[in-house]
């Protein structure tokens, strides 16, 4: 798909990378801070060391850190005369909706994957724990990387919307905030926001908040059928706006 | 005897054409009822002053923005929301200032067009050598001067071959060689069958390159067609020498005559006819003839009028 090799190409010297890095480095590493510095290991093990710096990732910092890659990612479009280049093209609308919502995603995924790296070092390293990270938090991390889909999606049509770098990301902190709020008080029913969704992933297997500490099919089902229901709806309701929208510089 | 066969001139279809096309924002009308019609092949110069709505016609030519009324056609099909990727395929465009990716180099910009629209790599060296920027393409868009955003830009236009090209002013910022150069490249285009619109606020600009002028003024076209129907459309003064010029504006009086200085008097928009006319009325009042001549008139002169005065 070409559009989507032209993303991948614009990725060249972005500042997504740091962000993918950075991001879960320092979440791994302030949720092991406390206990770093008493010294000896978490009562727990690894269970603690993930609960520590994933259940508190899925709280708002992954909806943070892929409303930046979002507002980062479609920054240059909004620059100079690039959007009038990119509307005046014969790339269709949905198309390039598509490829910015999956290049996000993708580097979201990537953000996952350093998170479980980073993870497994400080239980090795820093806590010298024996064994190795139980296989259901890989599965956890990869289901994580499908749930982000949906905030992906959203985050790129809020920041193809908004010109503004910053307004997209307060959006992703005030939402999370609610979802998680939501979450608690209304259980499921919050599944219909994205940021409710990978916040209720991240918990999985946790036993925190509403999570009753295992990982059931049963518990699989209602987000994965939540997330695959917003991406489609989220695709077709960008590509109908930009459709529709006159280019305003 | 009979005489030779008639062939009835081809008449291919205006590349574009518009109908009563319209923009209004906030109640006021940018692009006011525009008939566009630029034939195919050849070079339209796209002039008005500032604000007088060429790029807001350019947009709506590319549906980047949507019409409040009337239609436009190109190639002749409707150019709307459900047509516009189709038909931006044979369309390169450049509106108001040059695209290009500042933390990109300028091959990677190139490379990304070549990715976008399934180019191939001779397509892309051809676009870049045209606009002479093979020595520039290492180097950040960002650390580009403005005259090299330019030539990118006009090369990312270039790249896909158009049959169509929408300019909008496009030698701002480059140095004088530079504007001449593209007046070339524009020209060898038109040759090429390309079919050429480029905006400037300034006629001498595009006035040796165009063979079509429509000119602009506060969103309404108040000329289209070629330098020499502008130049006879305005038909410049005839200015009479003579001995008496008082007399003479007298005399006169019927043709809107007027004293022009020292003996000169001058008289506007008369044919051959009625200058040979207004010849023989003073010869008849015994007022001697030194000279008769045409206002020298430049095309800026024509433009600046046009565009002064709001119209024909
Ligand atoms: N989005 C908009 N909202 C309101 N007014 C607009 C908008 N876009 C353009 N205009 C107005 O429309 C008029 C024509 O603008 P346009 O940019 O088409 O002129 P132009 O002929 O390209 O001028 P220039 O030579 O300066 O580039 C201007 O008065 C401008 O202020
Ligand atoms: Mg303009």
Sequence with gaps: ?249 | MSSPPVTPPVVTPPVVATENLTKTYGGRSVVDDLNLSIPAGCVYGFLGPNGSGKSTTMKMLLSLIQPTGGRVQIMGRPMTRGTRRELLGSIGSLIEAPPGYAHLTGAENMRLVQRLLGLNREQIDDAVRTVRLQDQMDKKVRNYSLGMKQRLGIAMALARRPRLLILDEPTNGLDPAGIEEIRGLLRRLADDGVTVMVSSHLLGEIDKTANVLGILSQGRMIFQGTRSELMTASAPDVIISCSDPQAAVATLRPFDARHAGRSDVAIPALDDQQTAGAVAALVGQRIGVYGVRRDEQTLEDVFMSLTAGGGL
Excluded at chain 1, 26 to 49: E, K, R
Excluded at chain 1, 105 to 120: K, P
């Design chain 1, 1 to 249: 798909m070409g559009a989507f090799n032209a993303e991948l190409l614009k990725l060249k010297r972005s500042l997504s990378w740091p962000v993918v890095v950075l991001l879960p480095v320092s979440l791994v590493l302030m949720g092991a801070a406390t206990q770093l510095a008493q010294g000896g290991q978490p009562d727990d093990g690894w269970h603690t060391v993930w609960v520590q710096s994933v259940g508190f990732y899925g709280l708002f910092p992954l909806a943070t850190g892929i409303a930046i890659i979002g507002s980062l990612v479609w920054r240059c479009e909004h620059r100079g005369s690039n959007w009038n280049a990119l509307m005046s093209g014969p790339t269709p609308t949905l198309h390039i909706v598509v490829a910015k919502g999956l290049v996000i995603a993708g580097l979201t995924a990537i953000m996952q994957v350093v998170l479980l790296i980073s993870v497994i070092l400080m239980g090795k390293l820093g806590f010298g724990l024996p064994g190795m990270l139980p296989g259901q938090y890989v599965g956890i991390t990869v289901l994580l990387a499908l749930m982000a889909l949906p905030i992906a999606f959203l985050q790129s049509a809020l920041s193809m919307l908004i010109r503004s770098f910053a307004a997209p990301i307060a959006v992703a902190l005030v939402a999370s905030g609610i979802s998680v709020v939501a979450l608690n008080v209304v259980g499921d029913a919050a599944l219909a926001s994205p940021y409710a969704l990978v916040t209720r992933t991240a918990l999985l297997g946790t036993g925190t908040f509403s999570d009753p500490g295992s990982v059931t099919a049963g518990d699989l089902i209602p987000i994965l059928a939540a997330a695959v229901f917003l991406v489609l709806a989220l695709v077709v309701a960008s590509t109908v706006i930009l459709e529709r929208r006159d280019t305003r510089v």
